[in-house]
């Protein structure tokens, strides 16, 4: 992880911070409207999401939506072995647990999901650029998965607007996301 890369997460997670709780919870639902549209043309076989964490966009709303249309959904379950995460099964009204990162994860770990070539992987994002690239939070487990068992799906970025940037450091083993989604639009990643 280089120096710029952790100046940045601080900077994008002041950004963040300094939203208002009525601006977070108006994008995040432009966000989840967005990503409904685009996901109920796009008919996938699953999609794979995350649950709100550190002030990121509210996707709880898109996931019920999603059950009710019949959609398989997947959270990220962080491995003990370190570095791996994987993606189980979950409904809305399915028991969660808390993680060592603090994020919430299905609490029933029987249903281990693999991605294939119509699986949605929506990523988590501290800041994103048009090019693809996001900042994470800098443990990689996204990176790693996306370069693994993600490799064929479909791959979008979340963020606030705020956090979008001109140009982000890309190492080579960040793993350039396929469309970025904010509250003013979702789109194809420009290379």
């Known amino acids: 992880m280089s120096a710029s890369k ?15 709780a009525a601006h977070r919870s108006q994008a995040a639902a432009a ?13 996938p076989s699953a999609v794979f999401a995350f649950l709100s964490h550190q002030l990121e966009p509210d996707l709880k709303p898109l996931l019920d939506s999603l059950d009710q249309l019949g959609v398989a959904l997947g959270l990220p379950v962080i491995g003990t072995t370190p570095g791996t995460m994987a993606f ?19 609490a029933d770990l029987r249903r281990l999901l693999q991605p294939d070539a119509q699986t949605v ?12 690239t996001r900042l994470g939070y800098g443990a990689g487990f996204y990176d790693r998965y996306l370069a693994e068992a993600g ?3 479909a791959t979008v970025g979340v963020a606030f607007s705020a956090c979008l940037a001109l ?8 793993v350039a ?7 003013r639009g979702l789109n194809m990643v420009t290379t």
């Open 167 to 174: 140009e982000l450091p890309r190492e080579a083993t960040d």
């Open 6 to 20: 952790q100046q940045l997460r601080e900077v994008f997670k002041t950004r963040r911070q300094q939203l208002t």
């Open 88 to 106: 189980y099964g979950w409904r809305p009204q399915e028991p969660l647990a808390r993680s060592r990162f603090g994020t919430s994860e299905p």
């Open 151 to 153: 490799a064929q799906s």
């Open 31 to 43: 966000i989840a409207t967005l990503l409904l549209d685009w996901l109920k043309a796009r008919q």
């Open 177 to 183: 996301l396929q469309y970025i989604c904010t509250e």
């Open 121 to 132: 992987i929506i990523v988590p994002s501290l800041a994103l650029a048009a090019d693809g």
